[in-house]
């Protein structure tokens, strides 16, 4: 059995910070791509971030520049740090991490910003 949790959402105004966290915990063999997703109301899931297990990183096009991911894996943790952050960027996060032979998803976080 495998968890996440998430935490580190919340209210926040344009142009602030904030930062998720994932903790993986459970039977883990393995942990390779480890992700951030996210869903605005009305509007389909969109992949965010994602890092390998290497740290290879990987973002969209609407967070390069103001988005960090990053990773520890002595802690099975995978962060997403939000810098600049815009109104369109409320949505509710959440973390999709590859643990052999499938993948998890967080519960979500919330984040708002407001303008």
């Known amino acids: 059995q495998v968890q996440l949790v998430e935490s580190g959402g919340g209210l926040v105004q344009a142009g602030g910070s904030l930062r998720l966290s994932c903790a993986a915990s459970?039977?883990?063999?393995?942990?390779?791509?480890m992700n951030w997703y996210r869903q605005a109301p009305g509007k389909q899931r969109e992949l965010v971030a994602s890092?390998?297990?290497?740290?290879?990183?990987n973002y969209a096009d609407s967070v390069k520049g103001r988005f960090t991911i990053s990773r520890n894996n002595a802690k099975n943790t995978v962060y997403l740090q939000m810098n600049s952050l815009k109104p369109e960027d409320t949505a509710v996060y959440y973390c999709?991490?590859?643990?052999?032979?499938?993948?998890?998803w967080g519960q979500g976080t919330q984040v708002t910003v407001s303008s």
């Open positions: 999709n991490v590859d643990i052999w032979p499938t993948d998890y």
């Open positions: 459970g039977n883990i063999f393995s942990i390779s791509n």
């Open positions: 890092i390998t297990s290497g740290g290879s990183t």
